[in-house]
């Protein structure tokens, strides 16, 4: 993948006729901004969904806080409004649920306790354990069931990790010692001969590790 910065183009599947939601189902996919001027006409009639009730959730999402909407000027006729998604990350949820909540809770719970810090990395083995793959010969192979999760990393010089899309971001900017946790995944993953020291956010969604086999 290159370094090309990127949009997003909204594709709706419409509520069937059993569905209690009011809202269509929205997939994102990845493209590139030159094909968005021609994304909000393509996909009402590539999802078979007449205009005016795309247009109506459009307007329920941005009123939500999910989109933002800018107006297309310079062409013939009314200006056309084009939809986007807000910055960072958007949840979805119908009935709404709030997982972050619940683990940022945790974590400020274990923080206060005696041996906090250490059950919270410890939890973070036991969930790298549950899910790491047998036979691994690399950090980048070790870290896939996190990638496959949505994740990314990027290894560096001197055994140091970056994570350039860290699923645990919003609740580590609140409850850093998540970061920890993440820390513990690690482990779990590359093996309990490995220590892996957290070294702090990078970016709005980012964070970084060094990773070292001690002796």
Not at 61 to 71: D, N, T
Not at 176 to 199: D, K, Y
Request: glycine residues 10%; charged residues 25%; contains cysteine.
């Amino acid at each position: 993948m290159g370094s090309t910065s990127r949009a997003w183009r909204l594709t709706w599947n419409a509520p069937s006729a059993r569905s209690e939601t009011s809202l269509a189902e929205i997939s994102c996919f990845a493209f590139t901004p030159s094909e968005n001027r021609e994304a909000s006409r393509r996909w009402p009639g590539a999802a078979d969904i007449h205009r005016s009730v795309a247009f109506d959730h459009l307007e329920r999402l941005v009123a939500l806080g999910y989109l933002e909407v800018e107006r297309r000027r310079g062409l013939p006729g009314k200006p056309a409004k084009i939809y986007r998604l807000t910055a960072g990350p958007v949840q979805i949820s119908h009935p709404m649920r709030r997982y972050d909540v619940v683990a940022e809770a945790f974590a400020r719970f274990l923080e206060s306790t005696v041996d906090g810090t250490r059950a919270i990395r410890e939890a973070g083995r036991a969930l790298g354990k549950s899910i790491v793959r047998p036979e691994t010969s690399s950090m980048p192979a070790a870290l896939e069931p996190l990638t496959d999760m949505g994740a990314d990393y990027e290894a560096g010089p001197g055994g140091n990790v970056e994570c350039t899309n860290c699923l645990f971001a919003e609740v580590c900017r609140r409850a850093p010692s998540v970061c920890i946790f993440h820390a513990g995944v690690i482990e779990g993953l590359t093996g309990m001969s490995t220590e892996v020291e957290p070294l702090g956010f990078r970016g709005e969604g980012g964070c970084a590790y060094r990773v070292w086999a001690p002796a």
